[in-house]
């Protein structure tokens, strides 16, 4: 079998993978739109964690706040409660964590409590000391594309063209967090699938993914459950699957972004996607 790689890039201080890596979800929420409630208590939140990784998950992604459509925000001290013990228990256990949040002071406690990677969907947006917070730490940064908060509907998700504009925007706000301190070679970008966008906006993100590679950045694709994928399991006229029926469709576009070049996926499901990433770099290895 040749060697031969797609390159996907690798992110300083976290661990060198030889594939697309497989990020698990903990999400420590009563509400998270495709999991919510399942792992809210800590020591549940841990297993659930530890359980991922069993299954083949390279990092464990922790977040206490939902960012479904129309979720509430919870406030500072709850996200704290619910993020730091989960963080602290598996990263005392070897595992690589990365928190899921807006918050600095939530990135900030949870990068003391061993988190490696701080992933903000709003890409330091929302909150004006989360760069300067990930800078000083010297932690490597998800920079996610972000419209704002999806109250009350999709208003903010139109484009005349969603790869350029979400390329541009990517572009800026890489340059806006450069700026605030983080080294380049600590930024991973993500399309924000599903962020102000439609389906056939994410299709056409995943259609185009080498164009956020151009970007010279690892690239996060977290498409798991997402309502996309019950839109296009539906077909045009029938139910979307609910949320937890929509893993193998998830597992699908594991395989295609690992096939393209990604350097992550970001999965509720760990098994199936982490045979899809191993499938798709023995497809690599026998070009
Ligand atoms: N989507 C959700 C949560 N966190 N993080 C990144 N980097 N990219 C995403 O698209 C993203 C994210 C949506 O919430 P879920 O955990 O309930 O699926």
Redesign the pocket.
Known sequence: MSTSQVHRGHVARLPVWDRCAVMG?V?VTPD?????GRWFDTTAAVKHGLDLVAEGADLV?V?GE???PGATRVDEAEELRRVVPVVRGLASEGVTCSV?TMRASVAERALAAGAVLV?D?SGGLADPAMVPVVAAAGAPF?V?HWRGFLEGGNVRGVYEDVVAEVVDELHARVAAVVEGGIAPDHIVV?P????SKDAGHDLALLAHLDRLRALGHPV?V?A???RFLGHVLAGDQGAPPPARERDAATAAVSAIAAHTGAWAV?V?EVRATADAVRVARAVEGAR
Not at 32 to 36: A, E, K, M, P, R
Not at 192 to 195: E, K, N, Q, T
Request: hydrophobic share 30%.
């Open positions: 979800v999400n998270s739109f495709s999991d919510g992604d977040g939902s960012t479904r899921d992933n969907v998800v996610m993500d924000g699938l599903g962020f996060l977290a798991s459950r997402k970001r509720h």
